[in-house]
């Protein structure tokens, strides 16, 4: 399961980051810095995740709730599939694959 959710996070990852430079292009430093952010976050969160699994997960997590957070309220105003669809998509996945990741690899007692 883990490198399930390590290569869904380095996917999502190069998605933000190409997905930022994307909005960069039409002229968005925001979309920019959100994509680079959000995709740093999670790509380093999938790299960390083979010595210290919490603080991976952690820096993933925050990334997909900061990319969900801007995205979502702007695909319910647009409807528009991309970005803010996509972005929308994979971040709630990304979310639920690592909440999934996180409950696993929680102490059992």
């Known amino acids: 399961m883990q490198d399930m959710t390590r290569m869904y996070l380095f996917a999502?990852?190069?998605l933000m980051v190409v997905g930022g430079i994307a909005g960069g292009a039409k002229g968005s430093?925001?979309?920019?810095?959100?994509?680079?952010?959000c995709g740093a976050l999670?790509?380093?969160?999938?790299?960390?995740?083979?010595?210290?699994a919490k603080l991976g997960l952690g820096?993933?997590?925050?990334?997909?709730?900061?990319?969900?957070?801007?995205?979502?309220?702007?695909?319910?105003?647009?409807?528009?599939?991309?970005?803010?669809?996509?972005?929308?998509?994979?971040?709630a996945i990304a979310l639920v694959i690592v909440i999934v990741a996180i409950a696993k690899s929680a102490p059992t007692r």
């Open 12 to 14: 999502y990852a190069l």
């Open 29 to 37: 430093l925001m979309s920019v810095m959100a994509g680079v952010l």
């Open 42 to 52: 999670a790509g380093v969160g999938a790299f960390l995740m083979t010595n210290n």
């Open 59 to 91: 820096l993933a997590l925050a990334g997909a709730v900061l990319a969900l957070g801007g995205m979502l309220p702007r695909f319910l105003k647009s409807h528009a599939v991309w970005p803010a669809g996509v972005v929308t998509f994979a971040s």
